[in-house]
Nanobody, 126 residues
Framework: QVQLVESGGGLVQAGGSLRLSCAGS????????MGWFRQAPGKEREFVAY????????YYTDSVKGRFTISRDNAKNTVYLQMNSLKPEDTAVYYC???????????????????WGQGTQVTVSS
């Protein structure tokens, strides 16, 4: 079992920065590949960023490349999402998720993940 708790969201002006944290519990956390997703009002949940259990090979959706950085500290059971140069279109609830240990799909598909946090709100004002 993996439990995930996000924090670090808030209200920020366009061009500002936020760092989201996802604290995981459970002895298998450090073996899990992790993703960040977001859901804006009236829209479907979408992939944002992905990191393997070792911290290598991050992937990003095109709209955040060069602005967002995903990282993790397995000693602290925490995954981070550093968000810089924020835009109003980044406004959403952000979720972290743990990818299934046995997966056959691709890292950006929601069905690849079996544990989700409760989400943290990010609001970017113009």
């Amino acid at each position: 079992q993996v439990q995930l708790v996000e924090s670090g969201g808030g209200l920020v002006q366009a061009g500002g920065s936020l760092r989201l944290s996802c604290a995981g519990s459970g002895r298998t956390f450090s073996n899990r590949n992790m993703g960040w997703f977001r859901q804006a009002p009236g829209k479907e949940r979408e992939f944002v960023a992905y990191i393997t259990w070792s911290g290598s090979t991050p992937y990003y959706t095109d709209s955040v490349k060069g602005r967002f950085t995903i990282s993790r500290d397995n000693a602290k059971n925490t995954v981070y999402l550093q968000m810089n140069s924020l835009k109003p279109e980044d406004t959403a609830v952000y979720y972290c998720a743990a990818r299934r240990r046995s997966s056959s799909g691709t890292y950006y598909e929601l069905t690849e993940y079996d544990y989700w946090g409760q989400g943290t709100q990010v609001t970017v004002s113009s």
